[in-house]
């Protein structure tokens, strides 16, 4: 509740609290607000190379690109028609995952974040 209550405050607010992931919240939008999730898989100062290692022998780029796809395929396979709701935006450096308007969305979508990275890790 206190992130929403900078969001609203301040009209953005972005945390760094889950490094190597980056949870930003932008300011109102035409549709509301857009809850956003990004990854920086090539910042090794983060400590994303144990995941990155991990992501290759899956057979995905260890950069933005790769992390998109794996995220999609993993929340497609877990839940079906869900990634119809999100957006994506990746390049090299970043993969951004993003819900706009609807904050439960959003902790849906980060709780299949979360659990993409467990299942990771624990291979």
Not at 11 to 29: H, K, N, Q, R, W
Not at 57 to 73: D, I, L, S, T, Y
Request: with cysteine; net charge negative; aromatic share 10%.
């Amino acid at each position: 509740d206190n992130y929403l209550d900078v969001v609203r405050d301040v009209g953005e607010g972005e945390s760094s609290d889950f490094a190597p992931f980056v949870l930003i919240s932008i300011s109102e939008t035409d549709e509301g607000l857009c809850y956003s999730c990004r990854i920086h898989p090539t910042d090794t100062s983060l400590g994303v190379q144990s995941l990155n290692t991990r992501l290759r022998k899956k057979g995905f780029e260890a950069n933005g690109h790769g992390w998109e796809q794996f995220m999609k395929e993993y929340i497609t396979a877990k839940m079906p028609g869900f990634t119809e709701r999100m957006n994506f935006g990746s390049d090299a450096e970043t993969s951004d995952m993003y819900i706009i308007g609807s904050i439960d969305r959003f902790y849906i979508m980060l709780a299949m974040v979360s659990n993409a990275i467990r299942e990771l890790l624990s291979e």
